[in-house]
């Protein structure tokens, strides 16, 4: 999976992410507020590491499209060219079970999704776009390592449950 990846592709995850968190920092900082936005996160971060599928074709190709509209926005406002190629890194890599999990995930938040009002789809939506920009930046990835983590033992667990019933638990 080639991932292209620009200094104006991160601006416009940066602005998205600022977009989500602004106003639950000037609000009451209830956590269930970010709840949306953090879901959308969560399926979005975990779309970088699914290699070879559709999560995985969709991360790089909204990380492609939004360095390549980022960049000219860039250049467009000031004139200067936005930093240019930058690496790509990887949080780890997801086992079957992890990715049985990660599709589970991922049906919980197209549920919730379809649930939600007009403004928290927008987050939904804000927060699976930003993080799969910056889910491919490698200082992003490294501090991200142990969610790939959590899924594959979510799904170790799953495994145990299904192979050796209630005992597993």
Do not use: H
């Not at 939004?66 to 949080?91: E, I």
């Not at 990660?102 to 776009?129: C, E, N, P, W």
């Amino acid at each position: 999976m080639t991932v292209v990846l620009s200094g104006g592709g991160v601006a416009v995850a940066l602005l998205i992410v600022w977009c989500n968190l602004r106003p639950w920092l000037k609000g009451g900082r209830d956590p269930k507020a970010l709840l949306p936005y953090a879901s959308g996160a969560g399926i979005g971060s975990l779309s970088t590491i699914c290699v070879g599928g559709a999560l995985g074709w969709g991360a790089s190709g909204i990380a492609g499209l939004f360095s390549s509209a980022g960049s000219k926005g860039v250049s467009g406002a000031t004139g200067t060219s936005a930093p240019a190629a930058l690496p790509a890194g990887r949080m780890g890599t997801l086992t079957e079970w992890g990715a049985l999990v990660t599709v589970i995930y991922l049906g919980a938040v197209i549920l919730m999704f379809k649930a939600s009002g007009k403004q928290d789809k927008r987050r939904i939506i804000g927060g699976a776009i930003s993080f799969a920009i910056l889910g491919f930046l490698p200082g992003v990835a490294a501090l991200l390592q142990w969610w790939p983590e959590l899924i594959n033992a979510a799904g170790d667990k799953l495994r145990d449950l299904a192979n050796k019933g209630g005992d597993a638990l």
